[in-house]
């Protein structure tokens, strides 16, 4: 018995503009957020702390990315660092 031809499905071009999917991500307070985060993350891969695909995440103990002293950083499991909800009302435990 001959099966029926699924019909094609038809090619779009994506838009990566600001306008649209990712403008959080893209504006310039969230930049310099992220690049304070993976700037922590790089202190302690140099101080011998965290590799590269451990598993751990570099957390912050006040929560502000940009405070990279060497007090205010920890290591601490993905599962841990992420378990606890980020808005006005949460706080870190």
């Known amino acids: 018995m001959p099966t029926a031809k699924k ?3 038809k090619k779009t071009k994506r838009n990566y503009t600001m ?3 990712g403008k959080y991500d893209k504006s ?3 930049k310099k ?3 304070a985060r993976k700037r922590a993350r790089y202190k302690l891969e140099k101080a011998g702390l965290v590799k590269k695909h451990d598993g751990k995440d570099v957390d912050h103990k006040n ?3 940009n405070d990279n002293s060497r007090s205010n950083l920890r290591v ?3 599962s841990k660092n992420r378990s606890y909800p980020r808005n006005s009302k949460a ?3």
Do not use: D, L
Request: a positive charge; proline letters at 14%.
């Open 7 to 9: 019909p094609k499905a």
């Open 19 to 21: 306008s649209g999917e």
């Open 28 to 30: 310039p307070e969230r």
């Open 33 to 35: 957020a992220n690049a």
């Open 63 to 65: 929560g502000n990315p």
């Open 76 to 78: 601490q499991k993905a």
């Open 91 to 93: 706080g870190k435990k």
